[in-house]
Nanobody
Framework: QVQLVESGGGLVQPGGSLRLSCAAS????????MAWYRQAPGKQREFVAS???????LYTASVEGRFTISRGNAKNTVYLQMTTLKPEDTAVYYC????????????????WGQGTQVTVSA
């Protein structure tokens, strides 16, 4: 069983910064990519940023230049450094691990964390 646990959310003023962390645990052999998504109240979940195992990163346009996704020091961890936060960044942020291979034989699978709330407000 694979679990993703996010942390680091909270309340921050506009212009402030936060760093989210995501740690994947379980009998993991490899993960092709890890990503962050977010879901604001009344809206659909949307892609924020991703990082492949090879280091390729991708961002949605609204966070380009403000957010940075990076690999953590521990294996199978990823960070999302968020700067110059805006009220419209308020959402529940979810970590995603794609094409996960585990010790259990079978198809590669996709996993989600439980989410962490980020609120940007004065």
């Amino acid at each position: 069983q694979v679990q993703l646990v996010e942390s680091g959310g909270g309340l921050v003023q506009p212009g402030g910064s936060l760093r989210l962390s995501c740690a994947a645990s379980g009998s993991i052999l490899s993960i092709n990519s890890m990503a962050w998504y977010r879901q604001a109240p009344g809206k659909q979940r949307e892609f924020v940023a991703s990082r492949t195992s090879g280091g390729y990163t991708l961002y949605t346009a609204s966070v380009e230049g403000r957010f940075t996704i990076s690999r953590g020091n521990a294996k199978n961890t990823v960070y999302l450094q968020m700067t110059t936060l805006k009220p419209e960044d308020t959402a529940v942020y979810y970590c995603n691990a794609d094409s996960v291979r585990t010790v259990v034989a079978g198809p590669l699978r996709n996993y989600w964390g439980q989410g962490t709330q980020v609120t940007v407000s004065a």
